[in-house]
């Protein structure tokens, strides 16, 4: 196995997290993106989304599992799967750093609501109410 440095904890890592968490940000109105508002601001950190309630509540189970089925590996196919697992984050933080990410943010934006429509002739606003 080789030396097990963190991808994420690099320059180009960084700005792929600063990428999710602004696509994050405008992608939704939840308590996600309220995080992901948080953590660009600075008054939060990435990490501190472990600390949130809902989130481990929702992602316990699955967590627990795949940690078991790792552990029951045999030691050469950890290795081999670690080896594996950083190759394939160290891709997917190169091909998020090449997003546009402008344009997305701009995507997913939602759009302002139209004005309503209003019942007008040629003279102007009908007074509906004045009878």
């Given amino acids: 196995m ?31 993106s309220d ?18 309630s809902w989130v481990l509540e929702e992602s316990m189970g699955d967590i627990e599992a795949q940690i078991d089925r790792f552990s029951r590996l045999p030691e050469s196919a950890r ?8 190759a394939s984050v160290s891709a ?11 344009a997305l943010e701009a995507e997913l934006r939602p759009s302002p609501s139209p004005e309503p429509e209003r019942d ?3 003279r102007g606003p009908l007074l509906n109410d004045a009878w």
Avoid: C, Y
């Fill in 35 to 52: 995080f992901a508002k948080d953590v660009l601001a600075g008054h939060r950190a990435p990490r501190d989304l472990l600390k949130e």
């Fill in 79 to 86: 290795a081999m799967s670690l080896d594996e697992a950083m």
């Fill in 2 to 32: 080789t030396g097990m440095t963190n991808p994420w904890e690099s320059p180009a890592g960084e700005q792929a997290k600063r990428t999710m968490f602004r696509l994050v940000a405008a992608a939704d109105e939840g308590a996600l």
């Fill in 92 to 102: 997917g933080i190169v091909e998020i750093n090449a997003l546009d990410v402008d």
């Fill in 120 to 122: 007008e002739d040629e």
